[in-house]
T-cell receptor, first 115, second 117 residues
Framework: DARVTQTPRHKVTEMGQEVTMRCQPI?????VFWYRQTMMQGLELLAY????????DSGMPKDRFSAEMPDATLATLKIQPSEPRDSAVYFC?????????????FGDGTRLSIL | DQQVKQNSPSLSVQEGRISILNCDYT??????FLWYKKYPAEGPTFLIS?????DKNEDGRFTVFLNKSAKHLSLHIVPSQPGDSAVYFC????????????????FGQGTILTVHP
């Protein structure tokens, strides 16, 4: 089965440090989504890309977060500088825009803890 | 403003019985609805979906019902099994709206289902 791969699975770092999370979408998928899961907000969409172009990042704090797709096999989400309130599980998902019957497939997430 | 709501944080059911998970939405533009299941330390996995042109979709033990006038959908699991114990998320999307909203999923807060042997 094809899977979305996220690295690292866990990250613990101190406040102020840069954090980079990576995602390898399923081959052939042309949309990539970044979600954040917290106890308070549930699953919220941060940003998404179609054919590597950013389409919507309105859910993302722009002053410290940035999302990119350097190529079709890699999406990155960076936080600089990180803050304790960024502690959450970050999920990447990929899908195929032209087939609405094909749902988004999620990776297993990066659990981020900012001390 | 929470556009997709799952008002029951948890549900406990006996093995073999029916589990009914509920979801309400407020945005009338939503035209595609999905249910995802999530186990601890894993990402959500797709379970079943329904388009707004239908009122029912069935896949094995799982059936999703959509009541557009009430803006309500429900997931029925019959019979429930201990392996069904997980967090269930309802999600909604606006495929027909096109543009940048196409494919964006709005999730509910999730319902923890526990199926007792």
């Amino acid at each position: 089965d094809a899977r979305v791969t996220q690295t690292p699975r866990h990250k613990v770092t101190e406040m102020g440090q840069e954090v980079t999370m990576r995602c390898q979408p399923i081959l052939g998928h042309n949309t990539v989504f970044w979600y954040r899961q917290t106890m308070m907000q549930g699953l919220e969409l941060l940003a998404y890309f179609r054919n590597r172009a950013p389409l919507d990042d309105s859910g993302m704090p722009k002053d410290r977060f940035s999302a990119e797709m350097p190529d079709a096999t890699l999406a990155t989400l960076k936080i600089q500088p990180s803050e304790p309130r960024d502690s959450a599980v970050y999920f990447c998902a990929s899908g195929y825009r032209e087939d609405r019957n094909q749902p988004q497939h999620f990776g297993d997430g990066t659990r981020l803890s900012i001390l | 403003d929470q556009q997709v709501k799952q008002n029951s944080p948890s549900l406990s059911v006996q093995e073999g019985r029916i589990s009914i998970l509920n979801c309400d939405y407020t945005n009338s533009m939503f035209d595609y609805f999905l249910w995802y299941k999530k186990y601890p330390a894993e990402g959500p996995t797709f379970l079943i979906s329904i388009s707004s042109i239908k009122d029912k979709n069935e896949d094995g033990r799982f059936t999703v019902f959509l009541n557009k006038s009430a803006k309500h959908l429900s997931l029925h699991i019959v019979p429930s099994q201990p392996g069904d114990s997980a967090v269930y998320f309802c999600a909604a999307s606006t495929f027909n709206a096109g543009g940048t909203s196409y494919g964006k999923l709005t999730f509910g807060q999730g319902t923890i289902l526990t199926v007792h042997p």
